[in-house]
Structures are given as structure tokens and as C-alpha cells.
């Protein structure tokens, strides 16, 4: 059976999203290895996990933006809407909004609690509109 193993988000240096995933939210660095883009310029592939997710958890590709399309879209991937879900538990809730904040992030509303769980929208420091739920 398949299953999701990556998704990429673009940004203007991979440093740059390692600060915010591990040094910011304390995900694992999965893999930092050099490589060779399709016109032979070198690139990096980087793949962050959150912490403990475990080996066959999807992950997350930080895709150094290339060229003046990729460069308009950083932060713009979901056209401005949700479009990555971060769980954690209910305990962790209030220290992961504090990290996210610290990280660089920006919470766009207050915490709120729906019949699915607690959650808050935030923007990665580039823009990308992510929710942060713990779930009921």
C-alpha cells in the first residue's frame, strides 16, 4: 500500500527552514545530503520530520526556491489558504505556540476550541498558513 512520504516546502534557504523546523519547533533533521539539480547547479536535499514521529512519517522537504517562478511562490503554495496540519497533544499545545512564535512564526488568530479539538492558525516565517490542532 503507498503512502505520503514527503511534502515540500519552498524556501529561500534551506538554513533558513532548519532554523525554524529543528532549532524553532524541535523536529529531526532526517537527511541533509548534497545533490545536483536537473541543470547540473549544486543543491541540497533536506527532509525535517517533527520529533519522534517515527521512520515512515511523512516528512517534509525543504526545497530551496530556484529561479523567479519558485521564488514567487514562498508562501504562497496554498493560495492562501490551510494547508499543512500539525497535531500535537493537548499538553504541548500552549509550549508549541510559544515555539512557533519564537521560531519566527505569527499566530493569526487566538487558540480556539472546536468540537474536533483545540487549534490556532499560524504563518511559517515565509507565509504558508499552517493549523496547529491538538485533537479532542
Known amino acids: 500500500m503507498a503512502h505520503l512520504a514527503l511534502v515540500t516546502v519552498i524556501v529561500p ?3 533558513d527552514g532548519l532554523s525554524f523546523f529543528v532549532d524553532g519547533l524541535g ?14 547547479t549544486p543543491k541540497r536535499w ?10 515512515d512519517a511523512a516528512g517534509i522537504l525543504l526545497a530551496r526556491a530556484r529561479g523567479d517562478e519558485q521564488l514567487a511562490g514562498i508562501g504562497t ?4 489558504r490551510v494547508g499543512l496540519f500539525l497535531h500535537v497533544d493537548e499538553a504541548t499545545f ?11 512564526g505569527r499566530l ?5 476550541t472546536e468540537p474536533y479539538g483545540r487549534v490556532v492558525v ?14 479532542a
Open 108 to 112: 493569526m488568530e487566538p487558540p480556539r
Open 46 to 55: 533536506v527532509v525535517v520530520r517533527p520529533a519522534g514521529a517515527g521512520d
Open 77 to 80: 503554495q496554498f493560495a492562501g
Open 94 to 104: 500552549d509550549d508549541m505556540t510559544t515555539r512557533i512564535e519564537t521560531a519566527g
Open 13 to 15: 534557504d534551506e538554513d
Open 122 to 135: 499560524f504563518r511559517d516565517p515565509w507565509g504558508n498558513r499552517w493549523d496547529l490542532l491538538a485533537p
Open 27 to 40: 523536529f529531526d533533521l532526517v537527511e541533509d545530503t548534497p545533490s545536483v539539480a536537473n541543470d547540473g
